[in-house]
């Protein structure tokens, strides 16, 4: 099953997670972790336990990574979960934070809970990012409890 796993859009869905392209042809991706189980009841494919997973353009940390995949299978993926410890790092920005949850659907990826964004124009802290692929727009938001975006940027 997971020879599978590793030709279906879950190594797509981790390239989106920074890029701003919609579309990339799939290249090679590992993936490690401690564990790794497949449950067709529930249709998720998990991934726990110091989670790495390595590709050409970004590379992911996180204690879980999960894909909810719909009725045809590991193909369809509905969302992609990655928990605990997040880390997204690419070429350009390195940006953490509790969570993130990809919905290819909808181009969006969310990263929420203490997120720290930082590249070489400086650093941003959130509540929440939420970054439309599609668009290419990135959000940044206060965590709802009274929190406030902060900016730290270094001029050129």
């Known amino acids: ?3 599978s796993l590793r030709k279906s859009p879950l190594p797509l869905l981790l390239v989106l997670l920074l890029s701003a392209q919609p579309a990339c ?3 090679q991706v590992e993936i490690t ?3 790794f189980t497949v449950d067709e009841n529930t249709q998720e494919a998990v991934f726990t336990g110091n989670v790495v997973v390595v590709h050409p353009t970004v590379k992911v940390w996180a204690d879980k990574v999960v894909a909810i ?6 193909s369809d993926i509905e969302s992609f979960i990655a928990t605990g410890s997040v880390r997204l790092l690419t070429t350009e920005q390195d940006a953490t934070g509790d969570r993130a949850v990809f919905t290819p659907g909808d181009q969006l990826l969310r990263l929420t809970g203490n997120v720290l964004v930082t590249n070489s124009g400086g650093t941003i802290g959130a509540g929440e990012l ?3 692929l599609e668009t290419n727009v990135s959000t940044f938001t206060n965590s709802g409890d009274g929190g406030r975006v902060t900016g ?3 001029s050129q």
């Open 152 to 154: 730290v940027f270094t």
């Open 130 to 132: 939420v970054v439309n």
């Open 69 to 74: 995949y719909g009725e045809a299978g590991p």
């Open 1 to 3: 099953m997971m020879s």
């Open 25 to 27: 042809a799939q290249q």
């Open 33 to 35: 972790a401690d564990l």
